[in-house]
């Protein structure tokens, strides 16, 4: 039972580049989120998606975008890379709203 | 604007000791509370889950405790251990069904 899988687990990129991320579940969650997560800042939302095809911005969405591929999968995209988003991306799934997260191991990316 | 604030200074116990944690909240009204563990390199993992009509709950060696009216959580992790060092997260969610963490405290026991 792997739970929530996040590819890939490291990445360099350079400013203006563009990337996406990848996360899967098989734990048949209807819910999806992705956050990043900086010293000193704590987990901040990016974008969620409550159900297979919804998606909705959370507190830092500028610069991203996200594709709820299918129930499993949830992708994360930046279309041209900054500086700024260099972080460590977390992809978590829940099956209902009063049910834990269950957290990847997050994609470390450093953008040059 | 909604804050949850936990201790950014690392807690240092010595094994056998009691570990407690704070959570401390303004401007929110959570539905329920939860804690996780984080370990280096790694995502978060549940804990614990307590409701707002909860006042506490158990876990093994773990204790959380829900007070809405101080707008305060407690964990406690009882007989610690090495292997108990790591940042500890809460997490608030309300009506929008959304949580949201705090920064977390790093735990350290010594042996």
């Known amino acids: 039972n792997a739970g929530v899988t996040q590819t890939p687990k490291f990445q360099v990129l350079k400013t203006g580049q563009s990337m996406t991320l990848q996360c899967a579940q098989d734990m048949n969650h209807n819910s999806m989120y992705w956050y990043r997560q900086d010293p000193g800042m704590g987990l901040r939302l990016i974008y969620y998606?409550?159900?297979?095809?919804?998606?909705d911005k959370g507190e830092v969405p500028n610069g991203y975008n996200v594709s709820r591929l299918n129930k499993r999968e949830f992708s994360l995209r930046l279309e041209s890379a900054a500086p700024s988003q260099t972080s460590v991306y977390f992809c978590?799934?829940?099956?209902?709203?009063?049910?834990?997260?269950?957290f990847g191991d997050g994609t470390r990316l450093s953008i040059l | 604007s909604q804050k949850i604030e936990q201790n950014s200074e690392a807690l240092n116990i010595q094994e056998g000791k009691t570990a407690t944690l704070t959570c401390n909240y303004t401007n929110y009204s959570p539905a329920y509370l939860q804690w996780y563990r984080q370990d280096p390199g790694r995502g978060p993992v549940f804990l614990l889950l307590i409701r707002e009509n909860e006042k506490e709950k158990r876990k093994e060696r773990l204790k959380v405790t829900f007070d809405t009216t101080l707008k305060q959580s407690l964990f406690h992790i009882t007989a610690s251990q090495p292997a108990d060092s790591a940042t500890y997260l809460c997490a608030l969610t309300g009506g929008s069904y959304i949580p949201t963490f705090g920064r977390g405290t790093s735990l350290i026991v010594h042996p």
């Open positions: 978590a799934s829940i099956e209902a709203h009063n049910q834990p997260q269950h």
């Open positions: 998606s409550a159900s297979e095809g919804t998606t």
